[in-house]
Nanobody, 124 residues
Framework: VQLQASGGGLVQAGGSLRISCAAS????????MGWFRQAPGKEREFVAA????????YYADSVKGRFTISRDNAKNTVDLQMNSLKPEDTGVYSC??????????????????WGQGTQVTVSS
């Protein structure tokens, strides 16, 4: 499985941005797809995940109510719609995949496939 993230950019605080992860190769229904981010000088942190089969989602508390993760079975894509962006949302956003059914998969080491990151910068 290969993952390709796109759609990052520069946005003002309060604005919106949508990033996408395109998956190539065989996507099994037993996959969980996640988004992680890493700010300069900080550790990578979980943002959101979706179970491919059920569509169940899970979010970090810091983005709950502002971000929405979704998957498109036909296109093999996972999108992250980010609204009400804050400067602290700035970072490199990476998509990842792991085998499993539970969207509450927040640990990066559980994910076995990773895409390259896309930069999201939120100015104040």
């Amino acid at each position: 499985v290969q993952l390709q993230a796109s759609g990052g950019g520069l946005v003002q605080a309060g604005g919106s941005l949508r990033i996408s992860c395109a998956a190539s190769g065989r996507i099994l229904s037993s996959y969980v797809m996640g988004w992680f981010r890493q700010a300069p000088g900080k550790e990578r942190e979980f943002v959101a995940a979706v179970a491919w089969s059920s569509g169940n989602t899970y979010y970090a508390d810091s983005v709950k109510g502002r971000f929405t993760i979704s998957r498109d079975n036909a296109k093999n894509t996972v999108d992250l719609q980010m609204n009400s962006l804050k400067p602290e949302d700035t970072g490199v956003y990476s998509c990842a995949a792991q085998f499993g059914w539970n969207a509450r998969s927040t640990l990066s080491y559980e994910y076995i496939y990773w895409g390259q990151g896309t930069q999201v910068t939120v100015s104040s």
